[in-house]
């Protein structure tokens, strides 16, 4: 069975300052792992995704993740915050075997401080 | 730009009055998702569509149903609304990257928000 752990409910930072999104994940095979952006009353939006490839995983509007296979966490940085960034952030986990399926975290809201 | 679509983005309803919500996808995608979100929650997967082969979730309630008449469309009905089914209602889709039916990136819809009255 699979789980992503976010801790916390909510961050907030200041504009121009680094975001740090933490996530921890739990999976007995070799994981997919994806970020996924929300906007208020909007889907979901892919910011970006590890595929056993290069362990650092750039993204679009800055962000950036690394998996770290021996701390098992996927966490998400901004090297600079935007007013623009304030979202909730999503991290899921994905197995890659038959029929494979999302694991939810329980989300962080991301405010930015002007 | 391919993408998902659904319609209509905010859906009032009475209690008990069934309703149903659509999907459509230009990305040919073989595989469509409904989730269900409430406030301040992670997407919950109600079921899914391989193709045309139905895969409903264990604990999704007999109240949702779903139907796929094309590969282009999918909708979720709502037999009876209750007041706990006001939510976000997200759709997804992904293509299927193996034989053996492993997924690749899903690509969400802007959600249909539903009230029951």
């Known amino acids: 069975a699979q789980s992503v752990t976010q801790l916390g409910s909510h961050v907030s930072v200041s504009e121009g300052a680094l975001v740090l999104l933490r996530c921890n994940y739990s999976?007995?095979?070799?994981?997919?792992l994806f970020w996924y952006v929300q906007y208020p009353n909007q889907g979901l939006q892919l910011l970006l995704k590890?595929?056993?490839?290069?362990?650092l995983v750039k993204g679009i509007n800055g962000f950036e993740a690394e998996f770290k296979k021996s701390e098992t966490s996927f966490h998400l940085t901004k090297p600079s915050a935007h007013m623009s960034d304030a979202a909730e952030y999503f991290c899921?986990?994905?197995?890659?075997?038959?029929?494979?399926?999302?694991?939810f975290g329980k989300g962080i809201t991301l405010s930015v401080r002007p | 730009d391919a993408m998902v679509i659904q319609n209509p983005r905010y859906q009032v309803t009475q209690f008990g009055k069934p309703v149903t919500l659509s999907c459509s996808q230009t990305?040919?995608?073989?595989?469509m998702y409904w989730y269900q979100q409430k406030s301040s929650q992670a997407p919950k997967l109600l079921f899914h569509?391989?193709?045309?082969?139905?895969?409903n979730e264990a604990d999704t309630p007999d109240n949702f149903q779903s139907r796929r008449p094309n590969t282009s469309f999918c909708f979720l009905d709502i037999r009876s609304p209750g007041l706990g089914d006001a939510a976000m209602y997200l759709c997804?889709?992904?293509?299927?990257?193996?034989?053996?039916?492993?997924?690749?990136?899903?690509?969400f819809g802007p959600g249909t928000r539903l009230t029951v009255l």
């Open positions: 569509y391989y193709d045309k082969d139905f895969n």
């Open positions: 999976s007995s095979v070799p994981p997919y």
């Open positions: 590890y595929t056993s490839a290069a362990t």
């Open positions: 997804a889709t992904s293509r299927a990257i193996l034989s053996g039916r492993a997924t690749d990136t899903q690509y």
């Open positions: 990305l040919n995608h073989n595989v």
């Open positions: 899921a986990v994905s197995d890659t075997g038959a029929n494979s399926k999302l694991t």
